[in-house]
Nanobody, 122 residues
Framework: QVQLVESGGGLMQAGGSLRLSCAAS??????MGWFRQAPGKDREFVAA????????DYADSVKGRFIISREIVKNTLYLQMNSLKTEDTAVYYC?????????????????WGQGTRVTVSS
């Protein structure tokens, strides 16, 4: 059974940094990604990585501030979030897809974690 477990969320002041982790068990995905959902808003794409060659894609809102990476041996996905803004406040979800190519579409991701909350204060 595939399981994704996120960790690393919390409260941070604007301008600070946080690193999210997502440990995957049960199967290796072709693509893994991070999505987020702010209060009262739809879930949105944040970043994705092609597992085999680490090719990445980022939403414009986080490009240059967030870095997605993976550690193959540990089958773990990371999201390094720098220069945090109050608008980054959301529940962040890790997701895995067995489809290709690299995608931003949440419909392509068949496995999801439970989410970890990130709150950025001003």
């Amino acid at each position: 059974q595939v399981q994704l477990v996120e960790s690393g969320g919390g409260l941070m002041q604007a301008g600070g940094s946080l690193r999210l982790s997502c440990a995957a068990s049960g199967r290796t995905f072709s693509t893994m990604g991070w999505f987020r959902q702010a209060p009262g808003k739809d879930r949105e794409f944040v970043a994705a990585i092609w597992w085999s060659d680490s090719n990445t894609d980022y939403a414009d809102s986080v490009k240059g501030r967030f870095i997605i990476s993976r550690e193959i041996v540990k089958n773990t996905l990371y999201l390094q979030m720098n220069s945090l803004k109050t608008e980054d406040t959301a529940v962040y979800y890790c997701a895995g897809s067995w489809r290709g190519p690299l995608t931003r579409s949440s419909a392509a991701f068949g496995s999801w974690g439970q989410g970890t909350r990130v709150t950025v204060s001003s």
